[in-house]
T-cell receptor, first 113, second 109 residues
Framework: DAMVIQNPRYQVTQFGKPVTLSCSQT?????MYWYQQKSSQAPKLLFH???????NEADTPDNFQSRRPNTSFCFLDIRSPGLGDAAMYLC????????????FGPGTRLTVT | GQNIDQPTEMTATEGAIVQINCTYQ??????LFWYQQHAGEAPTFLSY??LDGLEEKGRFSSFLSRSKGYSYLLLKELQMKDSASYLC??????????WGAGTKLIIKP
């Protein structure tokens, strides 16, 4: 089945230790998104790509970076995780930039110790 | 910036009907989405409205009034599995989604 896959589902990292979260899709969608979601809060958009065109939200901290080496894969790098970065990280895709619904992966739950 | 307002929590009885309201700022409006999110899981798409009126999809319906900046999600014949958070999201003129914090729906037997 076509889908959005995120690995790992659960990630534990130490304060300040870099971590990379990965996302892949078999939907062949042009657009990929990275969201951060904390408990009982709205998803917060960190980045999105329209094909290889990278878009950084104005309030995304410099500590977060992203890479999209090809259509299928996208990575979220957290250079120096702080305790406040503990959250669910959601990857999503869509066929055009917001014109259609977004399809979400299962998320990666990040814990920072 | 844009604000999405929806109730934090609602409780309803199995088999009943519940309406979850959402208000948004009308400037730059370009569509309204509803998503369902079970605890610890990713959001899944429920409905999309861009024109005024009611869109029905099985037990779920969504309504939009663009002039009032108002939408609701109507859930009929509630089942225990409908216990989840329901997120309202407005698409803006830049085709980005502005998300509400979600309404946690608790279904009681």
């Amino acid at each position: 089945d076509a889908m959005v896959i995120q690995n790992p589902r659960y990630q534990v990292t130490q304060f300040g230790k870099p971590v990379t979260l990965s996302c892949s899709q078999t939907l062949n969608h042009n657009v990929m998104y990275w969201y951060q979601q904390k408990s009982s809060q709205a998803p917060k958009l960190l980045f999105h790509y329209y094909d290889k065109d990278f878009n950084n939200e104005a309030d995304t901290p410099d500590n977060f970076q992203s890479r999209r080496p090809n259509t299928s894969f996208c990575f979220l790098d957290i250079r120096s995780p702080g305790l406040g970065d503990a959250a669910m990280y959601l990857c999503a895709t869509s066929r055009r930039d917001g014109a259609y619904e977004q399809y979400f992966g299962p998320g990666t739950r990040l814990t920072v110790t | 910036g844009q604000n999405i307002d929806q109730p934090t929590e609602m409780t309803a009885t199995e088999g009943a009907i519940v309406q979850i309201n959402c208000t948004y700022q009308t400037s730059g409006f370009n569509g309204l989405f509803w998503y369902q999110q079970h605890a610890g899981e990713a959001p899944t798409f429920l409905s999309y409205n861009v024109l005024d009126g009611l869109e029905e999809k099985g037990r779920f319906s969504s309504f939009l009034s663009r002039s009032k900046g108002y939408s609701y999600l109507l859930l009929k014949e509630l089942q225990m599995k409908d216990s989840a958070s329901y997120l309202c999201a407005e698409r803006d003129s830049n085709y980005q989604l502005i998300w509400g914090a979600g309404t946690k729906l608790i279904i009681k037997p």
